[in-house]
């Protein structure tokens, strides 16, 4: 940016509360209610959505953390689509503008994506403010992608979220970090990746059962079962419940017939 914002000194206040707040997040009920809270003050959002390189697999893995009603899995499931969801349009666009930051919908003079803007458009998400971070290789290892933006996608909420996405970052990689910790140390002492339950849900997906199915089949909430589902998705990386029944098979927790 050539011309800078100014920050208010309200502002200076609450971004060196959010980046000290951000040193104590290590887990992700702690991300949520930090971005909800330091991070909402200076990017009033209702759906945060990272995605990150960690190896494993070509591609990102995707999260999302979300206040709204209107953003279900069914739609985290398109946007997170390797192929043609968000990380494929946020890194066309980019490229177009030579920009790490990217608003959608933009009206100053910057390329239009319009596979992007019905993206937006079409799974509740109604805005987006985003910025891609670069690793030490020269290529995007990171995206975080700000939602149903409350407030105008301008020249200053460009240069809040280049103040706070490094901290971000650095936050939720800690929170994976943690993840891994202890799904290893949880690994080691039963020798399982997922629960005895989770793997009975599991073999339900596979079988077409939806969320309340499932809750019924067992007999607990349609909530439990969510939970035990995003539980089933970080522990085998995966982005979507078709990538974790993928993966459950390739890991030898279900058999492929």
């Not at 009920?29 to 809270?37: I, N």
């Not at 939720?172 to 949880?186: D, K, Y």
Request: proline share 4%; hydrophobic share 40%; with cysteine.
């Amino acid at each position: 940016m050539s011309h800078l914002p100014v920050l208010e000194e309200i502002d200076r206040v609450r971004f060196s509360d959010a980046v000290e707040a951000s040193c104590r997040v290590s887990s992700r009920q702690q991300f949520f209610v930090w971005s909800q809270s330091s991070l909402q003050a200076l990017i009033p959002h209702e759906i945060l959505i990272c995605g990150i390189e960690d190896g494993s697999r070509q591609g990102m893995a995707m999260h999302r953390f979300s206040a709204s009603r209107y953003f279900r899995q069914e739609q985290f499931d398109v946007v997170a689509d390797p192929l043609n969801g968000m990380m494929p349009r946020l890194l066309a666009v980019a490229a177009s503008n030579r920009s790490n930051v990217i608003f959608c919908p933009y009206s100053s003079g910057k390329v239009v994506d319009d596979k992007l803007l019905a993206l937006v458009a079409e799974n509740e998400l109604k805005n987006l403010a985003a910025q891609l971070v670069m690793g030490t290789r020269g290529k995007f290892e990171a995206f975080y992608v700000f939602s149903r933006v409350s407030v105008e996608l301008d020249s200053r909420l460009g240069y809040m979220i280049e103040l706070l996405v490094p901290h971000l970052h650095n936050a939720f990689l800690r929170v994976l970090a943690t993840e891994r910790e202890m799904a290893g140390t949880n690994t080691q002492r039963s020798g399982r990746i997922v629960t005895p339950r989770q793997e009975e849900i599991l073999k339900l997906i596979k079988n077409g059962k939806t969320n309340s199915e499932i809750a019924e089949v067992l007999s607990c909430s349609p909530w439990t079962i969510k939970n035990h589902i995003q539980a089933i998705l970080r522990k085998l990386d995966s982005n979507t419940r078709t990538h974790a029944i993928a993966r459950a098979m390739s890991l030898g927790i279900l058999s492929p017939d």
